[in-house]
C-alpha cells in the first residue's frame, strides 16, 4: 500500500464555537479534528475497523485564532503486522493576509480490529521515495520506544492504581 493513497488533506475555517475564552482555537477541538482526519487515514490504508492506540507527545506551537483557516494533513509512516504510525501536521492561514504557520506536528497510532476487538493483520506501507523511506526508519524508531513507554506504562499502573 503506497502513502500516497491514503494521505489525507483538509481545511476548516474557525468558528466562535471551536475557540477558548483567548479567542485561540481549543486544544481538545483541533486533537478531536487530528483524530478524525488520522482514522480517515488509517480506514483509507487498512479497510477494516480501527482503534486509537496512542497519541504521542503533542506541543502547540503557535495559537491558531478565530478567523483562521486550519489545515490538517495526515499520512501513514510506518506500519506492523496490525498497527499505523500517522503523521498529522497542522498549519495556521490568516484568511485575510494569507500568512502561513506550522501549528503542530504529531504521531498517533491506529490499531486494526476484528469483530471482536482483537488486532487483525493489515496491508504493511511501500515507501516510494527517499523522503517516504526516512519517515518509515524515523517511525520504526519511534514504534520501539513506544512500545517501550507503553510497557512501562503498564507496570506503573499495576504498581500505583489500585483497581
Ligand atoms: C489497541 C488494542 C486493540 C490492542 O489490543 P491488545 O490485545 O492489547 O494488543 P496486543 O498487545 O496483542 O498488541 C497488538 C498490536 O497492537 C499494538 N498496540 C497495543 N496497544 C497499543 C497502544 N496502546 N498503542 C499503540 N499500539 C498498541 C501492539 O504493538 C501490536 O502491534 P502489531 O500487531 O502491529 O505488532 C487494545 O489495547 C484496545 O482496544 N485499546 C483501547 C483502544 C481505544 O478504545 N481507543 C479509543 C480511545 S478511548
Known amino acids: ?7 489525507v488533506e483538509i481545511s476548516r475555517l474557525v468558528l466562535p464555537e471551536d475557540t477558548n475564552v483567548v479567542n485561540a ?9 487530528m483524530d478524525n482526519i488520522a482514522s480517515i487515514t488509517a480506514y483509507k490504508h487498512s479497510r477494516k475497523n480501527i482503534v486509537t492506540g496512542s497519541i504521542d507527545s503533542l506541543f502547540f506551537i503557535s495559537p ?10 495526515s499520512f501513514v509512516t510506518y506500519t506492523t503486522r496490525s498497527t499505523m504510525e500517522i503523521e498529522i501536521d497542522v498549519f495556521s492561514e490568516n484568511a485575510i493576509t494569507g500568512d502561513k504557520k506550522i501549528t503542530t506536528q504529531a504521531f498517533f497510532t491506529y490499531v486494526a480490529i476484528d ?14 521515495n527517499d523522503e517516504e523511506m526516512k519517515r518509515y526508519k524515523e517511525g520504526e524508531i519511534r514504534s520501539a520506544e513506544r512500545l517501550k513507554r507503553l510497557a512501562e506504562t503498564k507496570e506503573r499502573i499495576k504498581a500505583t492504581l489500585k483497581i
Open 115 to 128: 469483530g471482536d476487538g482483537k488486532p487483525v493483520e493489515i496491508n504493511q506501507i511501500e515507501p516510494e
Open 1 to 7: 500500500m503506497k502513502v500516497k493513497d491514503s494521505m
Open 64 to 73: 491558531i485564532r478565530l478567523g483562521d483557516i486550519v489545515t490538517i494533513r
Open 25 to 33: 482555537l481549543y486544544g481538545g477541538r483541533l486533537v478531536g479534528w
